[in-house]
């Protein structure tokens, strides 16, 4: 089994906004975009890691947040489009960043899980009538998806999960469709520190130890983020904790940061290998892989 993972799109289009719309933390983010957050991520860029993901023929697409810039309706409108355009809706499992709930009135809209979410976003019923966790199961593999994302004030990016979150998820990991198979948690917050900037505190997940104990205890394999625009991948047995980083990122100024998606190979319910590629020179190619070999993560691709 593959499974596909990208993260951050972070697609901008401004179709059908009024200025009305940027009276509110709106205006910090345009001001970011024109700092230069919108010439380093590009549409095409996005495209290509879809296509390619598509041609190397992933049996599912896990997208881990921030698929829009400024949670406006012409965003979520067009990024639904163009992944519509490469998978079928029952083979994504997509979870929002805090640039999807950017404003509380986007919030209040629930714009994100009317324009994102064409049907329920998974195929086992919890008992719940709640969004987030939701499981999709396909083959020997359940992906649980969680909302780390709500509005906060300006400046500030940090996530949460929540308590009943938590013990929701706890509560899916052990639901009969899910406790045999093998098990990968989708969020978009970090649970580790990669990039050194200060102010980590105003963008981590404040519960990320939580998270952390309630997947080790009940043996997920398997951790998808995004938010860093970085690479992680840190394994805390029995988890592997990864980032590919942002799948859109034309320009950088460090090769860590470039465009990157990741592929997971699953096997008889175990994780033996991740591959991520990575943008250059206009198109993506693999740029290191890891394989699970005598009970350790070693790395064929040592090239950074
Ligand atoms: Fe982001
Ligand atoms: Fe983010």
């Known amino acids: ?29 345009a001001f970011n975009l024109l700092a230069g957050r919108a010439k380093k991520h590009s549409k095409e860029t996005a495209r290509m890691a879809l296509e390619m993901l598509r041609d190397l023929k992933i049996d599912h697409l896990i997208v881990t947040g921030d698929l829009s810039n400024l949670a406006l309706p012409g965003e979520f409108s067009a990024v639904r489009h163009v992944l519509d355009s490469y998978f079928e809706d029952a083979q994504m499992s997509i979870v929002p960043g805090n640039h999807d709930f ?3 009135e986007s919030l209040k809209a629930r714009r994100f899980e009317k324009m994102i979410y064409t049907h329920r976003p998974g195929n086992v019923d919890l008992g719940t009538e709640d969004v987030w966790p939701f499981v999709n199961v396909f083959g020997d593999v359940a992906v649980i998806g969680l909302n780390s994302a709500q509005p906060r004030p300006w400046f500030v990016a940090a996530g949460r999960l929540g308590v009943s979150q938590l013990e929701a998820l706890e509560k899916a990991l052990n639901h009969p469709e899910v406790a045999g198979r093998f098990k990968i948690v989708a969020l978009h917050h970090h649970l580790f520190q ?3 900037t200060p102010g980590e505190s105003l963008r981590q997940l404040e519960d990320r130890a939580e998270l952390l104990d309630i997947c080790r ?21 029995p988890v592997l904790v990864c980032e590919a980083g942002s799948c ?35 198109a993506f190619a693999l740029w290191q892989s890891y394989h699970f070999e005598g009970g350790e993560w070693r790395c064929r691709c040592p090239d950074r």
């Open 1 to 29: 089994m593959k499974i596909g993972h990208i993260s951050d799109i972070h697609w901008l289009d401004t179709t059908g906004a009024r200025p009305g719309d940027f009276f509110n933390k709106r205006l910090s983010g």
């Open 102 to 104: 950017y404003t509380g």
């Open 194 to 196: 990669v990039v050194m």
């Open 217 to 237: 205890r009940n043996n997920v394999g398997l951790i998808v983020h995004g938010h860093n625009h970085d690479y992680t991948f840190r394994y805390v047995e």
């Open 248 to 282: 859109s990122v034309c320009r950088f100024k460090r090769d860590v940061r470039a465009g990157k998606f990741n592929i997971y190979t699953v096997e008889e319910r175990k994780l033996c290998g991740v591959e991520t590629y990575r943008y250059a020179d206009g």
